[in-house]
């Protein structure tokens, strides 16, 4: 999937690089998946950021993540929603908490 193809209403899944520190003090590296929705990509060229969102434990959690980071390993698509807006804050805002449903088409390839 080419990085020029991501939209608002698209939930991804995101490969992310971790470092952590082991309980002996050693350095290791691991990838981590962040799936979400996307709900708006800012800015272009070399300084374009996505805002993904996800629900984990039924507490909304958001990442800005810079397109071109080495934080991250790859993005997949796993569906595509049919939606209207370029930045979707509706999703985020708690007093309109609008739960919308959206007309999904899913991903047929995954790499």
């Known amino acids: 999937m080419e990085l ?8 991804v ?4 690089r971790v470092k952590d ?3 002996k003090g050693e ?3 691991r990838v ?14 070399k300084s374009k950021t996505l805002t993904i969102r996800k629900m984990s434990e039924g507490v909304g959690v958001e990442k800005i993540y810079p397109i071109n980071s080495p934080v991250i ?7 595509t ?3 209207r807006r370029a930045k979707l804050t509706f999703l985020s805002d ?7 449903k959206f007309k999904d088409t899913y991903a047929t390839e995954t790499k």
């Open 27 to 29: 350095e290791r590296e």
């Open 94 to 100: 708690k007093k309109r908490q609008a739960k919308r």
């Open 4 to 11: 020029n193809e991501l939209k608002a209403g698209q939930t």
């Open 21 to 23: 520190v082991t309980s």
């Open 73 to 79: 390993a790859k993005i997949e698509l796993v569906k």
């Open 81 to 83: 929603a049919k939606v």
């Open 32 to 45: 981590q998946v962040f799936e979400g929705i996307i709900l708006g990509v800012r800015g272009s060229g």
């Open 13 to 16: 899944r995101l490969h992310e």
